[in-house]
């Protein structure tokens, strides 16, 4: 991954429904900055996998964490092409440090077997991540404080967890579809105040429903769904 398209192309194959929803950025500019986005959250996503032990994992995750810290520090940054993206996203868009430092803290919990304590603290978890990716790219697409964000975040978040089989027994079934479109009616109700611009930074929630449900959808579904949802402009 050297280059910018590089980049995208890392982003087509290991999150596809965020690259797909990127594809209706207009501005080419706009959408190369949420992409390094979205491919510093696919960086820390695999790091659980990636690793054999724990503490491996967390040397990883430190390595972002103090990458994060020497960009917003201006230094020098490291010579990683996520690393720079990131670098000149974050320069462009005015980026705070926050939601970048809650994203990489929530990844400690990947690596632990212990399993999530309540639905609040799998809902802070996908605040951090989820929430975070989303509220990231929003900005950069200048949405501002986008209310529709959070719950859109956890519709999503949710109906991800359960397709990795990280959510308890008690929250599968009817309760996990009845929690996601809960989430995604509050989401919808706020999207409306949602800049058109911005509306691909969550359009890819309106897959959310599908997917908790348990369903696999082919690639023209999703293109179609996608589709729909920003052409209507509801998640």
């Known amino acids: 991954m050297d280059s910018p398209d590089d980049l995208d192309a890392t982003i087509k194959r290991g999150d596809p429904e965020r690259w797909l929803a990127s594809r209706f950025i207009g501005d080419a500019a706009a959408r190369a900055d949420v992409i390094a986005l979205y491919a510093l959250n696919l960086e820390l996503a695999r790091i659980a996998d990636a690793v054999r032990e724990p503490l491996m994992g967390e040397i990883r995750l430190t390595w972002w964490r103090e990458a994060i810290e020497e960009i917003f520090a201006g230094r020098t940054t490291r010579r990683h092409p ?5 670098g000149g996203a974050i320069q462009r868009r005015g980026l705070t440090a926050a939601p970048f430092e809650a994203m990489i803290e929530a990844r400690f919990a990947d690596l632990s077997a212990e399993p999530f304590a309540d639905l609040d603290a799998i809902e802070a978890y996908l605040d951090a991540t989820a929430g975070g990716v989303m509220a990231l790219a929003a900005q950069v697409l ?3 404080e986008a209310a529709a964000v959070t719950p859109a975040a956890r519709a999503w978040g949710l109906a991800g967890l359960a397709r990795i089989r990280r959510l ?4 599968e079934g009817q309760v996990l579809t ?5 989430h995604l009616s509050t ?3 706020a999207a ?5 611009a911005a509306f691909p930074a969550l359009a890819y929630a ?14 023209l579904e999703k293109r179609a769904r996608l589709l729909a949802a920003v052409l209507r402009g509801r998640i």
């Open 168 to 171: 308890p027994q008690s929250l």
């Open 192 to 196: 409306r105040d949602l800049p058109v």
């Open 178 to 182: 009845a929690r996601v479109e809960e």
């Open 142 to 144: 200048d949405a501002g």
């Open 206 to 219: 309106c897959l959310a429903k599908p997917y908790a449900a348990g369903r696999t959808l082919s690639e």
């Open 82 to 86: 996520v690393v720079e993206a990131l």
């Open 187 to 189: 989401a919808q109700a």
